[in-house]
Antibody, heavy 115, light 112 residues
Framework: EVQLLESGGGLVQPGGSLRLSCVAS????????MSWVRQAPGKGLECVST????????YYAESVKGRFTISRDNSRDTVYLQLSSLRAEDTAVYYC????????WGQGTTVTVSS | DVVMTQSPLSLPVTLGQPASISCRSS???????????LSWFQQRPGQSPRRLFY???NRDSGVPDRFSGSGSGTDFTLKISRVEAEDVGVYYC?????????FGQGTKLEIK
């Protein structure tokens, strides 16, 4: 059974930073791209970043380019999302999803940007 | 980024009646490999999204056959032949042909 467990969310001030983690199990991690998708309160879904299985390729939504960094540690079956220069509009539930087609999702971790 | 536009945004449906959601993309979703990477997701209240279809019409495991996906190029449709109470939620289309992947705004299905 595929499991994706996100962590690292919390309350942070504008301009601050956070690192989100997603630990994966139940599949061959190195073979799968991984994505981070966020959902602001009462809003729709936005894919913020995707990383290829090897980690060589990374992609970002325009809204986070230059502020967020995706990475992965294939020895730990973990994908990360480093959030920097955070703004109020980054407040959201952040989900990790398996592969570019997002066939499995975690339960999400909440990031709140507020002073 | 590719813009995905769904309609309607709100869909009240009587139990047992059919429902249809449209999704249009700002550019063709036919990939260079010949596949069309268009997926549909369901998000029930308080839950994480769940994928229903991938590559236009391939149903994910456990998805009832009253759901169907179709379309081509820039025009796509999700249909429910007979709506049941468990279908309440928000439905999203997503394109994966051009990275980063982008979602439609979502269609909220409710029971009349």
């Amino acid at each position: 059974e595929v499991q994706l467990l996100e962590s690292g969310g919390g309350l942070v001030q504008p301009g601050g930073s956070l690192r989100l983690s997603c630990v994966a199990s139940g599949f061959t991690f190195t073979r799968q791209a991984m994505s981070w998708v966020r959902q602001a309160p009462g809003k729709g879904l936005e894919c913020v970043s995707t990383i290829t299985g090897s980690g060589a390729g990374t992609y970002y939504a325009e809204s986070v380019k230059g502020r967020f960094t995706i990475s992965r540690d294939n020895s730990r079956d973990t994908v990360y999302l480093q959030l920097s220069s955070l703004r109020a509009e980054d407040t959201a539930v952040y989900y990790c999803a398996k592969n570019a087609g997002m066939d499995d999702w975690g339960q999400g971790t909440t990031v709140t940007v507020s002073s | 980024d590719v813009v995905m536009t769904q309609s309607p945004l709100s869909l009240p449906v009587t139990l047992g009646q059919p429902a249809s959601i449209s999704c249009r993309s700002s550019q063709s979703l036919v990939h260079g490999d010949g596949n069309t990477y268009l997926s549909w997701f369901q998000q029930r209240p308080g839950q994480s999204p769940r994928r229903l279809f991938y590559m236009l019409s391939n149903r994910d495991s456990g998805v009832p056959d009253r759901f169907s996906g179709s379309g081509s190029g820039t025009d796509f449709t999700l249909k429910i032949s007979r709506v049941e109470a468990e279908d309440v939620g928000v439905y999203y289309c997503m394109q994966g042909t051009h990275w980063p992947q982008t979602f439609g705004q979502g269609t909220k299905l409710e029971i009349k």
